[in-house]
């Protein structure tokens, strides 16, 4: 029995040592044995994917489907065309805010519907401002935004009327059209505040600064000061205003055009030049009368100055005179004349080679072309005129010019703008061919007369004309002023003034923005003007020419009592056309001039302007059909002369020779160039037409009644 038991303990023990020696306690160095189960088998399901469609209708959605997977959100972007409304969508959710439709958690294919109804149409009108659109009907809950005319003094927006109860104050108010609106820009007076800048104001609101409230009912950009000596600084020579006090701003000469800032306000400081030591000067020992001022002539100049101010006044009484042989052989590079300046003899500027800049009165009395000798002319590029005397031509209707510049400089939209001479002025409605462009652009008349220099004006449009603008010039070929001559000194018969400088009394800016040494007669012309016009009497800038036999309007259109009737007479127009390389030379009519011989001018000017991204076209002024010779009635002459002025001046013509030969029942007092009423029509469609090819514009009209007939100077025969 004792061994039985032995035994039985024996094999216990054998048995748990056995399980000790298959466990690893992580010690010794025994051998170990694991068991490891294999992984389960996984089956990996294929991702779903479904397609959202958008169903076409009267809006627009973008994309038009997309794939999505299960569960994912789908979004387009989703507009109504114009005139509809969408109102519901079959799926999703759609936001008319920001335009998009959101269809979330895609479970299966769609197919979204959207259901839009017709918008209604309501009455949109607006005054003295500009719009996002047109007036007339537009769709309800069109977004709109109407800006107030730059440079006017904004006081508020009202509906219905003009009034005080505001709506806005903004300058660009937006809104939603939710019922039929009539809303008015409302201004206060636009105000120019001058500062004697260092020198003292007589009469003014304080001791150094001015307030001027201009007239900007008819020219929307006045004339600044002219210098009547109003401002005033003991030593110093006023030379021009700027609208910053160290100069580094606009700078304007006295008298000239100015454009407000945008709030409709301007700033302008005096800018003086100190004069020269009167030590530096030989004055004569005598006074002279000239231009009806009493006083002293310089002799002589001794000095060194890079700039040479000509003193007021010496030993109490005005300079009036720069002698013969004043200023010899000198290096200054700018002189200045003071208001008091009424004669500059000849020679009296010799070998200074040196000069560029010249500040020039009005107030000059006489200077002819030879005060300066060839070497002085080297150099010579800024002609900066400031009035120093009052106006007198604005009173007539060539003395309204002025208003063209202003609506180039004030413009809003892009330009486009009309270089020629008296042809355009009575031959062009602004109003309706602003509205044939939609009133997407400024259309500006600047038609002047035959004998005014064009070229003059190219250049100076090169400051104010950029990318989005158009220049079409539409020359008189029957004159050489027009078609490239660079004198400034025409003598109309009957007259004694030069055309060009007459023409621009009331913005002398031309004259800021050229090099004058483009342009030859200048001192001359300037001479014929100054003493055609020193007799006549004193005006101011703020003159309308409007008469009850004719007027000029604030787009500088022409108009006249009669201009509805033709001549029955049976003489023909006074001015031969052929349509060749000649022209008139209008100081010996008897002779023809070549224009091919002026070409270097024009081809110049045409090119910077289109360096600055200026679209520049050449179109045909009207003509009576009565006033060509018989070749220029050959359509093998006209085609000649279409290429020569295209292979000369570098420059694409629009429109044809025969769209702008009229008959006599569409021409004024048998005039060469000047239409009546009915041909004025006649003669804006024909350049619509012809600007609307060359512009990309698409659908243009075909008919020249489709914007209505109610136009200025405009008539229509059925």
Known sequence: MKLFYRCRYLLLALLLLGVLVSCDFGGGGGTTTQTTTPPATTTTEPEVFYTVTVASGAYTVTPDSQQVSAGDTATFTLLPQTGYEITAVSAGTYNSVAGTLVVSDVQANITVTVTTVESQRLSFMFYDCTASVPSGL??????????????????????????TEYVSTDRNYTFTLTEAVSIYANYGPSTITYDANGGTVVGGTTSTTMLDTPDISFYTAP?????????????YVLIGYNTEADGSGQAYGMGSKVTFAEDGHLTLYCMWAQETPASSFTFSSGTYTVGGLNGYAVTGYSGNDDTVVIPASHNGKPVVRLASGALQNKDFTTLVF???????????????????????????????????????????????????SAPRNTKWWDGSYRVKWDRMVTADKPRIVFLSGSSSIQGLSTPYL????????????????RTSNMMLYMEAFQAILGEEDTLVFAPEHT?????????????????????????????????????????TNVFDGFTHYSQWRYPMQELHYDWIFNTAANWVDRYGDFHAADKHTFSTSATPPSINV????????????????????????????????????????????????????TAAKTTSAQNAFVELIEDLWEIETIGSIADHIFENEDMYKKDTHHLNDYGRVKHCFFLYQALAEVLGIEDPYTDSKAKGTDFAGCLWRD
């Not at 560029?356 to 070497?375: K, M, R």
């Not at 602003?434 to 007369?449: K, P, S």
Request: glycine share 6%; aromatic share 14%.
């Open 138 to 163: 537009q769709y309800e809950n069109t977004e709109i935004t109407v800006s107030a005319k730059k440079g006017k003094a904004l006081l508020g927006w009202t509906l219905g009327e003009p009034g």
């Open 223 to 235: 004339n600044s000061r002219w210098d009547n000596h109003t401002f005033r600084r003991t030593g």
């Open 479 to 519: 004159s050489i002023y027009q078609m490239g001559a660079s004198t400034l000194d025409y003598l109309r018969v009957g007259t004694a003034t030069s055309n060009t400088f007459r023409d621009t009394e009331g913005v002398y800016n031309v004259y800021w923005h050229v090099d004058i040494s483009n342009y």
């Open 578 to 629: 052929t349509f060749n390389h000649l022209t008139w030379d209008e100081t010996n009519t008897a002779d023809r001039a070549d224009f091919r011989d002026y070409a270097d001018l024009p081809v110049k000017l045409i090119s910077e302007l289109k360096e600055n991204g200026t679209r520049v076209y050449f179109a045909f002024a009207p003509v009576h059909e009565d006033a060509l010779n």
């Open 434 to 449: 602003e509205a044939l462009f939609d009133n997407q652009y400024t259309v500006v008349n600047y038609g002047t007369i």
């Open 338 to 388: 003071s208001r008091n300046m009424r004669e500059v003899q000849e020679n009296a500027v010799t070998g200074c080679g040196s000069l560029i800049t010249l500040y020039f009165p009005d107030s000059i009395w006489s200077i002819p072309d030879e005060a300066f000798d060839e070497i002085t002319y080297s150099n010579f590029r800024n002609f900066y005129i400031n009035a120093t």
